[in-house]
């Protein structure tokens, strides 16, 4: 079933779970790629506050209807256009929006059908589980993975927070901070909890809500989504180290081991706003200023 009067598509299972849907913007269509501009974090805040305001969900999936990628990361030229004031604000606004994801007391899934870059995978790792595509023998794989620090930035996001709890601590750690992304045949262990040929991906994610439906941490609103606490922070630090020994140092790298570690010693809420400080303050660099200038130029 689908619900018509939301900003965003959402359909809904007999059983309860409700789907959103990703789309593109409307008015910047963009071949039909789902990018995190500031119409879609809109967008996404007041549908989730809608969803929030009727039916509990009994399970969520966030989806998207591309069908060249899942998210292919945030809009970097309306980034670039902002001041540092507003730049702040559009980084708060996304975080917002993807709490309340995190927050939902039911188990969530992120039905990935392609490309999760950036932003892409931030948000994905807002839910509980992430589910991806097999491609054919034919067909090129899609990238997952935290880019940013290729264009001389860090996430902005709580990519620095997540990504470490989901697979090795140092691959995390180290790919994060040097813009290493990876192939969907090639992706590390744990980063994704399913695999599954395109057309059962939406059945493979329902799936997985029902099997995990009634534990006490789905009946119950989380404070964060899937980051360093106490049962992991002896490893992330570990991997904390093992991942500054082997990166050559530059202001990106040095920024997302400084969100590490306030993630660390403070939790989710002071990391995530570290990271916004230091991309923000990133993008003022020689580096980032050339590597972005190159990269708009393309776009």
């Not at 839910?127 to 491609?135: E, K, R």
């Not at 989380?222 to 360093?228: L, V």
């Not at 180290?241 to 400084?258: G, L, P």
Request: proline letters at 5%.
């Amino acid at each position: 079933m689908t619900i018509t009067d939301t900003i965003l598509p959402v359909d809904r299972t007999e059983d309860g779970i409700t789907i959103l849907r990703l789309t593109p913007n409307p008015a910047k269509p963009r071949g039909g790629v789902v990018v995190l501009d500031a119409w879609l974090l809109d967008a996404i805040d007041a549908t989730m506050a809608e969803i929030a305001a009727g039916p509990t969900p009994t399970g969520f999936v966030l989806a998207s209807d591309s069908e060249r990628v899942f998210v292919a990361g945030a809009d970097l030229a309306e980034i670039d256009a902002l001041d540092d004031e507003a730049l702040l604000a559009y980084l708060e606004k996304g975080a917002a929006a993807y709490q309340r994801i995190a927050t939902l007391a039911c188990p969530t899934v992120a039905a990935i059908n392609g490309a999760a870059l950036g932003g892409g995978l931030e948000i994905a790792m807002h839910c509980d589980a992430l589910v991806g595509t097999v491609v054919g023998t034919d067909e090129k794989p899609w990238r997952i993975g935290l880019p940013e620090a290729g264009l001389g930035l860090c996430p902005g996001w709580g990519g620095t927070q997540m990504l470490p709890t989901r697979i090795d601590p140092s691959v995390a750690i180290q790919s994060t901070a040097t813009g290493r992304t990876f192939k969907s045949t090639e992706v590390p262990e744990g980063l994704l909890d399913l695999m599954v040929p395109a057309r059962d991906l939406r059945t493979a994610a329902y799936t997985w809500i029902r099997e995990h439906r009634g534990a006490e941490q789905d009946r119950i609103a989380h404070a964060a989504p899937r980051s360093i606490n106490d049962s992991n922070r002896d490893s992330i630090a570990g991997g904390l180290e093992s991942a500054a020994a082997a990166t050559e140092a530059d202001d990106a790298s040095n920024a997302v081991f400084e969100a590490v570690r306030v993630g660390l010693a403070d939790g989710w809420n002071p990391a995530i706003a570290a990271e916004r400080r230091l991309l923000t303050g990133l993008r003022h660099t020689e580096t980032a200023r050339t590597r972005l200038e190159a990269f708009l130029s393309k776009a």
